[in-house]
């Protein structure tokens, strides 16, 4: 048993994905140096210090080392086993978290054990992230064979993300959102991630572009409103596939719009939204008219993605002013670049963004950020953390990092689908989604183009929960790839 | 099983995150190498970020005269990263030290438990409060130190050597004051005691920041792009006292040599006219340099100048006491107007209470005119051992009177470490008794102000000016007004006791009978109908202390007063004199020729002398 056993081990460690490995070790070495360079101090440089937040990331990095290790000499079958009663138990704590967790700045995430303390919403995910591979496994499981699949599928989603609202950490809960791309790759129609990439133009299309007024609206109203008939006459060519009626509607339009545009010169103004509202109904009933039976179903979704779209574009203005808190508001308002407020929402990323650019080509050298040093970058060994590599490396250091992650997420989608079963695979689109979340959301919030969501750096930003929960995330995934050869021998 | 169908959706994936990763790049690129703004600074060593300090807030009385003001003052700070090699000889003439008094400077800025906000990159200070003369030769040799600097704050100056009590003064931050309030840097100032702590945030305003750029030798190159991410310090608000600074002073010459205070309000507001506390000390002496030092020894004076007696002193408020035991009893119909009491020199009913020679039987209204003891003390008997009641239950009625009269709690006066006095509740007394087998005679010393309770000045005043207005009061301040804000509405809401108008009708004309015939006769004023009651009151460390509380005029009254000094006897010797002077000041302006006997008298007498405490 015992010489079987070992032969096993050997067997993980040499059938292991190393590049990945190598990617990690990468990533979380400069992590390291990063934050002793954001919390160093010449009269406590000594590194390992466990009082100074290097000290205790090294300490959290060790054990984490050893997680992984642990993690790969488990067997894999565990994972899928109890992904359930992982996904059960996390559940519960969670809940428990929203009562028992003291009051930190505004958020109950954080369970206290005397000097440690713990986010329990950081493994949230990779409990979420089993349980949904595992919902995927089931025989013969495919998420359009029935709309229930979709509401399975979306409740083991969803339960986390309302508990970890309910800790009022909307930046954590916010990540979940990116498993929309785990139901997009098992199948969920193309259409919805369409329909988020235009929610998003049009939502800050709208909100960003006050002035100057066209036909009497405002012009980010009229781009949307552009946007919206364009992309109706689209899929009519494209995914309706009707030359005819998208030539119609073309020519249509384009008289509606010199008609109008003549009216104007002359002093007859009309409003936009008038004009606007009549063409697109005029349109939708036409193609209404013209619809062919074997087409059906495509019409009726342009015509509802186009219906859709004047509705969404007409909340806008009620969600972002009445739905969205005056914090919110304001970060969204400096991220689009509408407002500086450099003393209040604003400061972070101005000073961010002054530490960053100041780094220039290859940056001020390792410990001579003085930015950074000076504290004028609020958290900067947490979520603003890559301010310091910006600052210390310049745009070498802090492109390198981008492309290390890149490569992390590509090569992570390589393992995805070279995995034989929908738990392996799926479990593999989660973690990489997370990741793409994380690391798009905290970087381009650093660099100003992103609203600021409080989400740490994976594998940078100070803190033991985070870097452990992706250290968990990926070495499980490593250990299941590694068993994919293992069937074999 | 390997499902094919979707597999290509994986380059879709991929695309989206190559695309954002490209953007990104390519933001960092302009960001970091593309911009100039940025660029420029790349090699520069950093950017001096220098705090502008706002002025803090200046203080009027209520009369609008200026009371406390600002004055530059200069530190000399640096930013050990920066520090060259310099001349320390030098450095030594330009400020006027000695090598080893400069090493002992350094060396307790870098002390961590001195300095906690220690950084060799941030600006620390090296010394405090430059002279002018001083900072004009630094400020021309400041090129030959690198990595120094002068930060110009500003001190305190108070135009009157009085009320520092009410104004309290300003001291650096400690590292609690840092850890609790993030706004603060080691370094800054804050309010410590008085209004300038009640008060801080108002007063502090909001500090501004300059930037400006260093070359690599820590000269200064000016602002940095042209100042406009500088931000400009708001200055603190202005506070109107309500105090009247005359009438303050005047209060703190009566109470030379004496130990005790004197608070007097306005009924109609609430608003705190003088709150005189003695021994009191010189505001200045807690300003600059010397401020450790003087605050050491004030601190060791046996006397207590730091101690507000006004509103920290809890006292057995003796005889100022009867009033409101006279106006329980009469909402609670214990007795009438016509009520009389036997007084044989005292109540005599298993114990004796001592009084005076007065007639007897005798009535309420006599009663304070007298200061009767044995009335009250009957009174009371009557009410806690009221057949058919507990006495528990009727001494938790009596308690809650007092409570809603002002006795027993912090009034909430906006000053910082005010006492609540001393109620007892029948919980107290059931504990002391060790069950509920005890009587009104077991505590009857408490219906005439001694025994167990106990109150501050400011609470006897309060109970003086709710008589003087029949029958409600505002919370007592000292501000009234903060520039471009408002003053907290609690100080505008009416507290009004349960019990009748008519009542405290019958308590002022008893009060008003006391300055005509009985006890307060010294504060006849001429011309100003006053009412007032005396008060003696027993204790364990000397000669009795005197105090009398007294409001005038008796019809729309415009100055309600307490007067408490600790040892000095009869309530009518030093209380009623100091008091009616305090009134006849306030409403007259002046003293009339008739009383400058009283007034010289008081202002030259010394009760620590004749106190009989022996300890302080």
């Not at chain 1, 939708?284 to 779209?309: D, R």
């Not at chain 1, 003085?370 to 947490?382: C, S």
Request: aromatic letters at 12%.
């Amino acid at each position: 048993m015992e010489l079987q056993n070992t032969e096993k081990d050997i067997s993980v460690f040499r059938a292991v994905d190393w590049i990945t490995i190598v990617l990690y070790v990468i990533l979380v070495s400069a992590g390291a140096v990063s934050i002793y360079a954001a919390s160093y101090d010449s009269d406590h440089a000594n590194i390992f210090d466990f009082n100074e937040f290097s000290g205790k990331q090294f300490l959290w990095i060790g054990l984490s080392l050893v997680i992984g290790c642990v993690i790969l000499l488990l067997d894999y079958r565990i994972w899928e086993t109890y992904a359930y009663l992982i996904y059960g138990i996390v559940i519960l704590v969670l809940i428990a978290t929203i009562f028992l967790a003291p009051d930190i700045k505004g958020s109950r995430s954080w369970l206290v054990f005397g000097p440690v303390s713990l986010q329990p919403a950081e493994f949230g995910k990779f409990a979420t992230a089993l349980a949904l591979a595992k919902l995927f496994n089931s025989y013969n499981f495919s998420l359009n064979a029935k709309i229930s699949n979709y509401f399975r599928a979306l409740i083991i989603i969803f339960l986390p993300i309302s508990l970890i609202l309910m800790q009022r950490e909307t930046g954590s809960a916010l990540v979940y959102i990116s498993l929309i791309f785990v139901l997009y790759r098992e199948g969920m129609s193309g259409l919805v991630l369409f329909s988020v990439v235009c929610a998003v133009t049009y939502f800050v299309v709208a909100v960003k572009f006050v002035e100057p007024l066209i036909l009497g609206i405002p012009a980010g109203e009229f781009s949307v409103f552009v946007m919206v008939c364009v992309i109706f006459i689209m899929m009519l060519l494209f995914y309706c596939k009707d030359i005819f009626v998208a030539r119609n509607v073309i020519i249509g339009y384009l008289g509606a719009g010199i008609l109008v545009t003549v009216l104007d010169l002359c002093g007859i103004h009309i409003n936009g939204t008038v004009f606007f509202l009549v063409i697109i109904l005029g349109g939708l009933i036409y193609v209404a008219l013209m619809m062919f039976h074997h087409h059906l179903q495509k019409y009726l979704v342009t015509i509802a993605f186009a219906l859709v779209s004047v509705g969404f574009l007409f909340s806008v203005n009620y969600v972002f002013g009445n739905v969205l808190e005056p914090h919110q508001q304001g970060r969204i308002k400096v991220a689009l670049g509408i407002e500086e407020d450099l003393r209040g929402a604003g400061y972070n990323v101005n000073q961010s963004k002054i530490a960053i650019g100041s780094g220039g080509l290859t940056g001020k050298g390792f410990l001579n950020g003085t930015q950074t040093k000076l504290k004028y970058v609020p958290e900067q060994h947490t979520d603003f953390i890559f301010c310091t590599i910006g600052e210390e490396e310049g745009f070498a250091g802090s492109a390198a990092v981008l492309v290390v992650f890149l490569a992390l997420i590509l090569r992570l989608i390589e393992i995805a689908e070279r995995q034989r079963t929908p738990f392996g695979r799926v479990y593999a689109y989660c973690v990489l989604s997370y990741l793409i979340f994380h690391v798009c959301i905290n970087i381009g919030m650093v660099i100003g183009l992103c609203p600021v969501i409080g989400i740490p750096l994976p594998f940078f930003s100070y803190g033991g929960s985070a870097l452990w929960s992706f250290t968990i995330l990926l070495f499980i995934l490593l250990r299941i790839d590694a068993a994919r050869k293992e069937r074999r021998d | 099983m390997k499902d094919y169908s979707y597999a290509k959706r994986k380059y879709v994936i991929a695309g989206f995150i190559t695309t954002i990763v490209m953007i990104y790049l390519i933001r960092l690129f302009s960001l970091q190498v593309g911009d100039d703004k940025y660029k420029e600074n790349a090699d520069s060593n950093a950017f001096l970020r220098r705090v502008i300090y706002p002025a803090r807030g200046l203080v009027y009385d209520r009369e609008g005269r200026l009371v406390v003001f600002n004055q530059p003052a200069y530190d000399v700070m640096l930013i050990p990263k920066d520090v060259g090699r310099f001349d320390t000889l030098a450095l030594c003439k330009v400020l006027g030290l000695d090598k080893a008094e400069l090493e002992e400077k350094w060396k307790e800025m870098k002390n961590p438990r001195k300095n906690p906000g220690y950084s060799a990159y941030t600006p620390q200070k090296l010394i405090s409060h430059l002279s002018q003369e001083d900072y004009g030769r630094l400020q021309e040799k400041l090129y030959m130190f690198p990595g120094f600097f002068v930060q110009k704050r500003t001190v305190r100056q108070y135009a009157y050597n009085a009320a520092s009590n009410v104004l309290g003064n300003i001291r650096e931050v400690s590292a609690a004051d840092v850890e609790r309030d993030r706004y603060y840097r080691s370094g800054d100032y804050t309010g410590d005691l008085g209004i300038e702590k009640s008060y801080e945030k108002a007063l502090r305003g909001e500090k501004g920041v300059e930037i400006l750029m260093k070359d690599a030798y820590g000269r200064i190159k000016g602002s940095y792009e042209e100042g406009i991410h500088d931000v400009a310090p708001v200055s603190g608000k202005n506070l109107t006292l309500s105090i009247d600074m005359e009438l303050q002073q005047y209060g703190e010459q009566l109470m030379r040599n004496k130990i005790g205070a004197i608070v007097a309000i306005e009924p109609a507001t609430g608003e705190v006219l003088c709150l005189v506390t003695s021994p009191g000390y010189d505001p200045s002496l807690l300003v600059g340099r010397e401020r450790g030092k003087n605050y050491a020894a004030l601190v060791r004076d046996p006397y207590k100048p730091l101690y507000d007696r006004a509103i920290q002193g809890a006292y057995p408020p003796g005889s100022t006491f009867k009033p409101t035991q006279g106006l329980i009893f009469l909402q609670e119909g214990v007795v009438s107007l016509s009520t009389m009491y036997p007084c044989y020199h005292g109540y005599i009913n298993g114990l004796r209470v001592g009084c005076h020679g007065h007639g007897s039987p005798i009535a309420l209204k006599p009663a304070l005119q007298t200061s009767c003891n044995a009335y009250f003390c009957w009174g009371f008997k009557n009410m806690i051992d009221k057949r058919g009641t507990k006495a528990g239950d009727q001494f938790e009625k009596w308690k809650n009177y007092l409570v809603e009269m002002g006795y027993g709690y912090k009034l909430g006066i906006d000053l910082p470490g005010e006492s609540r006095g001393f109620i007892p509740n029948t919980e107290f007394y059931n504990k002391s008794y060790r069950g509920s087998n005890w009587s009104a005679n077991s505590v009857i010393s408490v219906s005439i102000g001694q025994g167990e309770v106990l109150a501050t000045p400011l609470q006897i005043a309060n109970l003086c000016a709710t008589i003087a207005n029949r029958g409600h009061y505002f919370t007592p301040h000292v501000v009234k007004e903060i520039s471009d804000s408002t003053i907290d509405a609690k100080y505008r809401e009416r507290h009004t006791p349960h019990i009748r108008r008519a009542h405290y009708e019958a308590i002022a004309e008893g009060m008003r009978m006391a300055v005509t015939g009985g006890t307060c006769r010294t504060a006849n004023l001429p011309g100003i109908e006053v009412c007032g009651k005396t008060g003696t009151a027993q204790n364990p460390h000397g000669k009795d202390h005197s105090a009398f509380m007294g409001f005038a005029p008796y019809h729309n009254p415009k100055i309600a007063v307490c007067v408490y000094v600790e040892n000095a006897g009869f309530g009518a010797t030093f209380g009623v004199p100091i008091g009616s002077l305090i009134m006849e000041k306030y409403l007259t302006g002046s003293i009339s020729d008739a009383r400058k006997g009283i007034e010289e008298r008081m202002l030259n007498s010394n009760t620590i002398l004749t106190s009989g405490v022996t300890k302080h």
